[in-house]
Nanobody
Framework: VQLQASGGGLVQAGGSLRLSCAASGRTFSSSAMGWFRQAPRKEREFVAAISWNSGSTEYSHSVKGRFTISRDNAKKMVYLEMNNLKPEDTAVYYC?????????????????WGQGTLVTVSS
């Protein structure tokens, strides 16, 4: 399984970015997907997850209402739309996949990870 995250960059506070994650090598359409992030000098944390058929989504409290996760099974893509960005959203963002179809928030529940894409939000 390979995951390739892209779309990171530098944005001002209040701005928006859309991250993308391209998947290959697994039955993408039957796997839940997640986004995590790791800020400098901090542990990696859960951001959002989406079930295999987009029927269920989960968000961390810090991003709920500002971020939206979505997927396109035909294209084997998962997206993270980030609005009203804040400096505390600055981090390397990782996409991940798990073998189960349902959402999950713990790192250990995901078995393949992408390389990460850096998001920097300036104040």
């Amino acid at each position: 399984v390979q995951l390739q995250a892209s779309g990171g960059g530098l944005v001002q506070a209040g701005g928006s970015l859309r991250l993308s994650c391209a998947a290959s090598g697994r039955t993408f359409s039957s796997s839940a997907m997640g986004w995590f992030r790791q800020a400098p000098r901090k542990e990696r944390e859960f951001v959002a997850a989406i079930s295999w058929n987009s029927g269920s989504t989960e968000y961390s409290h810090s991003v709920k209402g500002r971020f939206t996760i979505s997927r396109d099974n035909a294209k084997k893509m998962v997206y993270l739309e980030m609005n009203n960005l804040k400096p505390e959203d600055t981090a390397v963002y990782y996409c991940a996949t798990r073998s189960g179809p349902n959402t999950a928030w713990a790192e250990w529940q995901y078995d393949y990870w992408g390389q990460g894409t850096l998001v920097t939000v300036s104040s």
